[in-house]
């Protein structure tokens, strides 16, 4: 029988290349998003099948799920990859910013694990592969609530695996570095508030290089190979690098301040 996989966040980048491989692998897939009516084309590939689904509003998760189960009979595997950031000064964002950051990076990918994992606790077997980022290991200028909540992804997942190892679930977490997506237009947010200026030089600085590091970065295909290295290898392995090179290796290895310095002079060049 073919495996099931459930993806969030699919209309674009790394979710729609991660439905797209997966299908060509034959599993079967679960494509959902806000707007399904604007993923024209993955509707057209066979085993495709999208579905609304909002990670920051609970019924809404909860009927595509069912509804996934009553079109495949199954599911095997769920990417928890709906996210966005929001980039810029902390003093800049308003309230509404940082709590929709949080909803949507933490709360949301809680929710959507929450409403599946009675599932296959039943079933005793099942994969989460939540998307965190290089930035829940490290940190970067200007991305300090983006950060915040994939460092949280990080912990969260992290400490979930103790719990449901028990009924052989298994918990992967990926951790992109660079990649070329739309995160650097659709999915990413400025702060802002009129009237402060302080910052101004600093952004001027640094959002160009920033959005460089992703302009050449290999696209999300790097990533969906990932995904689905980390649910087919049978290991107990729980985080897997992506386009990470060498750098998580100098955070370990390099006193603070001598990695600050590293990042400070590649992006405030």
Same mark, same amino acid.
């Given at each position: 029988m073919d495996?099931?996989?459930?993806?969030?966040?699919?209309?674009s980048?790394?979710?729609?290349?991660t439905?797209?491989?997966?299908? &060509?692998k034959?599993?079967r897939?679960?494509a959902?998003?806000?707007?399904?009516?604007?993923?024209?084309d993955l509707?057209k590939?066979? !085993?495709?099948?999208?579905?609304?689904?909002?990670?920051?509003?609970? !019924?809404?998760?909860?009927?595509?799920?069912?509804d996934? +189960?009553?079109k495949?009979?199954r599911?095997?595997?769920v990417v928890n990859?709906?996210?966005?950031? +929001?980039v810029g000064a902390?003093?800049?964002?308003?309230?509404e910013?940082?709590?929709r950051?949080?909803?949507?990076?933490?709360?949301?990918?809680?929710?959507?694990?929450?409403?599946?994992?009675?599932?296959?606790?039943?079933?005793?077997?099942g994969i989460?592969a939540?998307?965190?980022?290089i930035?829940?290991?490290?940190?970067?200028?200007?991305?300090?609530?983006?950060?915040?909540?994939?460092?949280?992804?990080?912990?969260?997942?992290?400490?979930?695996?103790?719990e449901?190892?028990?009924?052989?679930?298994r918990i992967?977490i990926?951790?992109?570095?660079p990649?070329?997506?739309?995160?650097?237009d659709?999915?990413?947010?400025?702060?802002?508030?009129?009237?402060?200026?302080?910052y101004?030089?600093?952004?001027?600085k640094?959002l160009?290089?920033?959005?460089?590091?992703?302009e050449?970065?290999?696209?999300?295909?790097?990533?969906?190979?990932?995904?689905?290295?980390? +649910?087919?290898?049978g290991?107990?392995?729980l985080?897997?690098?992506?386009? &990470?090179?060498?750098?998580? +290796?100098?955070?370990k290895?390099l006193?603070?301040?001598?990695f600050?310095?590293?990042?400070k002079g590649?992006?405030?060049?």
């Amino acid at each position: 029988m073919d495996k099931v996989i459930l993806i969030t966040g699919a209309s674009s980048g790394i979710g729609k290349e991660t439905a797209k491989l997966f299908q &060509t692998k034959s599993w079967r897939v679960a494509a959902t998003m806000r707007t399904p009516e604007k993923a024209e084309d993955l509707q057209k590939i066979a !085993d495709i099948e999208t579905f609304r689904l909002d990670v920051t509003d609970i !019924d809404s998760i909860k009927k595509p799920i069912a509804d996934v +189960l009553a079109k495949f009979g199954r599911i095997d595997a769920v990417v928890n990859n709906a996210g966005y950031g +929001l980039v810029g000064a902390f003093e800049a964002a308003t309230p509404e910013q940082i709590e929709r950051q949080y909803q949507t990076n933490v709360f949301g990918l809680m929710n959507v694990t929450r409403e599946i994992l009675p599932y296959f606790r039943a079933e005793k077997r099942g994969i989460i592969a939540n998307i965190a980022s290089i930035g829940g290991r490290m940190t970067f200028p200007l991305y300090s609530l983006y950060n915040s909540t994939k460092w949280a992804v990080e912990g969260f997942s992290e400490g979930l695996q103790y719990e449901v190892e028990q009924f052989n679930i298994r918990i992967k977490i990926i951790e992109p570095g660079p990649i070329k997506t739309d995160f650097y237009d659709r999915s990413e947010e400025l702060t802002r508030r009129e009237g402060l200026t302080a910052y101004d030089h600093f952004i001027d600085k640094a959002l160009p290089n920033m959005k460089k590091a992703g302009e050449t970065a290999p696209d999300g295909r790097v990533v969906a190979e990932t995904i689905y290295e980390a +649910l087919t290898d049978g290991s107990k392995k729980l985080r897997y690098g992506v386009n &990470t090179k060498n750098i998580l +290796l100098a955070r370990k290895l390099l006193p603070d301040w001598a990695f600050f310095r590293v990042i400070k002079g590649a992006i405030l060049k």
